[in-house]
DNA sequence: GCTTTTGGCTAACGACGTTAGCCACAGCAC
DNA sequence: GTGCTGTGGCTAACGTCGTTAGCCAAAAGC
């Protein structure tokens, strides 16, 4: 039989697309494996098992993200970085909720943990938003915090399908910015 | 062999004790019946299966994160209300992680569903806070879903132990308490 | 061209969710 | 009290899934 050409990266891959279209909770090991063209068992010569494919998908995802935002804030400053920063991460998580959903609840298992570092890529993104606001010194971790906290509650509420009335969700993001920018001018 | 004495109420109660010691990830249906002292397939007599019984366990924490916001917020007003719902609501998800983690992904199956009159609940206890402020009507459901995402969002991720760096987590809580009041007096 | 490594495979096991079918106990009519 | 009925336990069994063991052929290096 003519082997399939398989590598660690092209697996995960393939297991952050499936998780998008399937949901996270429907990712299996028999259905990545058919997508792949190869019988399940041998996904463990290149994952060690679901949970070390979680956290390579969640590595990807959070690499991405921050890709995204760190790309769709270069150029921008103040109002209209705070504004592109959390549009590409609500689209990010909108267009890729399964690996997305693969972040949260996993923790970096040491310093060197390649989680870790893509966890601080993103977070960098988010800090450099904050440079085009007079935000002091000592504020400025609980500003990330809250600005991570306000995307990723958003993001993954609306994911969740949380927000079941009527009022239009894109507009209330867009509002939600403009509370972000109003509060972080007046520090 | 002696009846358990069981009802729906008593095993979604247990399951969600259970998710909050384990995880959610880690509720069994075998570590449950264990837990009630009865074998796993007599737990199908009082809940449809899986999905049913988180679904029980979400309206439950839904319900009791309504109740404990509700109470937090009588007597209050302005900032006072906003920080005591926050606090109550962070405080609810960190002390319940498990049966709050049942509530995300949920959605209700129609309108006379309790988990949907459970988060109708959750809502007006945020709303509550709202009347504090001076938000027009248009702005209302905005400054819900807000208050919503930052809660939710910073909840969350301190569950998920998400903040690694160094700053004081209940320090970083205040200061959002404090950014939104701003936010919201300023309209 | 031979050896070694690597990446497939089948077979099998254990854990878990779920269903079917049985049986004892509680509650009630009489 | 005796007997009927419904309810809430139980055992047995099945299907799915994750995972491991062990085999074997294709690729890679000498």
Redesign the pocket.
Known sequence: ???????PATVVAAGAALADEVGLA????????ER??????????????????NRRIAALALREAADAVGGAVQGYAGRDALAAAARAFRAFVLEHPGRYAATIGVEPSGPDDPLAAAGRRLLDAFMAVLRGYDVGESDVDHALRMLRSLCHGFATLQAADAFQWSADIDQSFEWLIDFADRGLRAM
């Not at 039989?1 to 590598?7: I, V």
């Not at 190869?38 to 060690?48: A, D, N």
């Open positions: 039989m003519p082997r399939a050409g398989l590598d429907h990712l299996t090991m028999g259905l990545l494996a792949v063209g190869v019988r399940t068992p041998s996904l463990y010569k290149h994952v060690g098992g679901q949970e070390d494919l």
